[in-house]
């Protein structure tokens, strides 16, 4: 059994779908914060299987909760101080989100204008539709 140390201040990601912690690892920009970062991969879970948890020990307003519910709304956000759970924080799909994603149509503005932003809004949050703001193209998480 592998066992990983509690922290002290900062928040742990529970409920990461198997093999996408590193992902959110560099989606969340862990990489450039001088800060303690635990992850742990395919864990065992009574729940979904296999799961990841990230253990993040940081100031909580570090991390971008837009970012994170556009990954993943379902990821469980656990906020620790001292050494505690002190808040569970939900995860809504964000109404907008600004360069996570990139418009794929070549026609697009975001093409010819490099510096815009890319920026989407959520068309359809029951089927969990972003659409691009300028052109309107349907960002597709398959491609």
Do not use: W
Not at 104 to 126: G, M, V, W, Y
């Amino acid at each position: 059994m592998l066992n990983v140390g509690k922290i002290e201040e900062g928040f742990v990601l529970d409920h990461i779908e198997a093999g996408k912690s590193l992902s959110l690892y560099h989606h969340l920009q862990l990489d450039k914060l001088d800060c303690t970062v635990a992850i742990i991969k395919n864990a065992r879970s009574n729940k979904m299987g296999k799961k990841d948890i990230l253990k993040v020990e940081c100031d909580i307003n570090m991390l971008d909760l837009d970012i994170l519910a556009f990954i993943d709304h379902n990821i469980t956000v656990n906020v620790i101080k001292d050494g505690e759970i002190v808040d569970k924080r939900e995860l809504i799909l964000p109404r907008e989100i600004k360069n996570v994603i990139h418009c794929k149509n070549p026609r697009c503005i975001t093409s010819i204008e490099q510096e815009l932003p890319h920026i989407f809004f959520l068309a359809d949050e029951e089927k969990e539709i972003y659409r691009c703001k300028y052109c309107e193209e349907k960002y597709d998480s398959k491609k």
